[in-house]
């Protein structure tokens, strides 16, 4: 009679499936052991040990000791911080940093990411607000160094600025003229030059001007000329009085010396205004229709000597910070862009699309609609700015002149200050670094915390 074989775990038993056997003297566990991919990660925790835990140890270490090293002086260092006015002055800076740098960059980058999709050449654009990312912050700083400068014929900023000034409200012509010492002309209550003594109608007068650059001239400028009189009128000439070359007389017009046009003349009785002229090419001007016979006073107008506007002062105490804070937008401005132009294309178009049938305007799709699917997108941007913001050093050490270092300092530049600048408080520099990475870490936990999820 034949028999059956039977499982080693006796009657009944099933025979395990092949290949499910666990192998010999094994725990049954898939995949190297784990000593295996420790020695691949332990290069990897070496550098992070040398790199980041080691110093970060070594800096709380030295937080407890004074400048040299030499005296253990326990929380002393971050008593000393914290009642140092300059620590409140760098604190403040951070505090308006941390709110408006990542709100505007941000803010930026969601129009610059909606303009892209709604323009043919999108791809240009998105290469040229994205290439400053290519710079360094140190050569930005330089950069935008020049960009604030003062002067217009060197700064770009003041350069639009006063062209459009110019152009809505043209600056005066002859800033730097002025009246020889011993010429009949002196200044003005409230501004110009008026002549002395007064004059009535049917006189011709000179009112010499110097301090005026020939090659300066407006090109309207034609050689001067006296003025022929007027019986019912005030007339005179108005001239550079200066001879290229050397010669000629002074309070005398020369033959080889020009008229200064628009230039504009006003004609005072009692103090008042009752007459005005500008001067033609050659100099010469006529007010007529005089109501009496005068006397009048003959005043050249202050509008004429004005200096002509120079722009803003960028680097200035007031402006220093928002100025960084712009090239700080220049920089990240693509940054933000990029990553908020992914989650535009990761939208499902049909909750917009269904959102426009409903009858939903564009300002109402976007509102309702994409900024709340964006908001993941946003809120990593967002955090991401806030955690370089913080440590932000390169731009307000380099675009910040020295005059005006105090009024932009932040907390990065304050512990480089006091550690390397000048100051050789280790100790107390440690303790502005320790404090930097408390307020560093709460947002980087924020940030993993969330990445965590989203991969769940």
Sequence with gaps: ???????????????????????????????????????????????????????????????????????????????????????????????????????????????????????????????????????????????????????????????????????????????DARPRPEAPLTEAPGGGYELVGEVRPGESVLLPLVGVQADDLPGGAKPAAPAPAAADGLTGTVWLDFTRGGGGEEGVIDPTEFGLPDM?????????????????????FEITGPDTDGPYTLRLAADNFTEPYRGLTWLGPTLITPSIIGAYLWVWAGFAMVLIAAGLAAIPRDALEAARVDGATEWQVFRRVTVPLLSPVLLVVFVTLMIYVLKIFDLVFIIAPGS??????????????????????QGLGSALAVFLLALVVPAMVFQIRRFRRENQ
């Design 1 to 175: 009679m034949a028999t059956t074989g039977t499982s080693p775990g006796g009657p009944g038993a099933e025979a395990p499936a092949p290949g499910s056997e666990p192998p010999p003297g094994g725990t049954g566990r898939l995949g190297p052991p784990p000593w295996r991919a420790l020695v691949f990660l332990l290069p990897a925790l070496l550098f992070l040990g040398a790199y980041m835990v080691y110093p970060i140890l070594f800096s709380v270490y030295r937080s407890l000791w004074d400048a040299p090293g030499l005296e253990f002086v326990g929380l002393g260092n971050y008593l000393t911080m914290f009642t140092n006015p300059e620590t409140f002055i760098a604190l403040r800076n951070n505090v308006i940093w941390v709110v408006v740098a990542p709100v505007v960059v941000t803010f930026t980058g969601l129009v610059f990411a909606v303009l892209t999709e709604r323009i043919r050449w999108s791809t240009a654009f998105k290469v040229v607000v994205f290439m400053p990312m290519a710079i360094s912050f140190l050569a930005s700083g330089v950069i935008f160094r020049l960009v604030y400068e003062q002067d217009p014929e060197r700064g770009l900023a003041n350069a639009i600025i006063t062209t459009v000034q110019d152009t809505v409200s043209p600056s005066a012509v002859y800033p």
């Design 264 to 284: 504009r003349v006003q004609a005072l009785r009692d103090g008042e205004v009752v007459g005005e002229a500008f001067t033609e090419g050659n100099g010469t």
């Design 404 to 425: 005006v270092q105090r009024d932009a300092n932040v907390l990065a530049v304050e512990m480089w200050r006091v550690s390397f600048g000048g100051g050789n408080d």
